[in-house]
Nanobody, 121 residues
């Protein structure tokens, strides 16, 4: 079992910055992907950014150039640095860890409880 705990959400003005953190614990394998998703009211949950244990990253087009994902493998922690925030970034942000214990098995996804990010005009 894996547990994910997010922190760093809050209320900021447009143009401001926040840094989200997500610490993972439990049965974590060395090869995995950690990611940030977000979900605004009435909308689907969308990928914001992802990073592999090897450091490869992917970003949603809407945040590319403004957000930066990073991780500390020793701490099993992933970060999301959010700059130049816009009101449309307002959402609940969720941390996800995806891993498999063998190349012959399916990936298993674990989710955090979410943290609210609100960007005011």
């Amino acid at each position: 079992q894996v547990q994910l705990v997010e922190s760093g959400g809050g209320l900021v003005q447009a143009g401001g910055s926040l840094r989200l953190s997500c610490a993972a614990s439990g049965s974590i394998f060395s090869i995995n992907t950690m990611a940030w998703y977000r979900q605004a009211p009435g909308k689907q949950r969308d990928l914001v950014a992802a990073i592999t244990s090897g450091g490869n990253t992917n970003y949603a087009a809407s945040v590319k150039g403004r957000f930066t994902i990073s991780r500390d493998n020793a701490k099993n922690t992933v970060y999301l640095q959010m700059n130049s925030l816009k009101p449309e970034d307002t959402a609940v942000y969720y941390c996800k860890l995806s891993q498999r214990r063998s190349v012959y098995l399916d990936y298993v996804n674990y989710w955090g409880q979410g943290t609210q990010v609100t960007v005011s005009s």
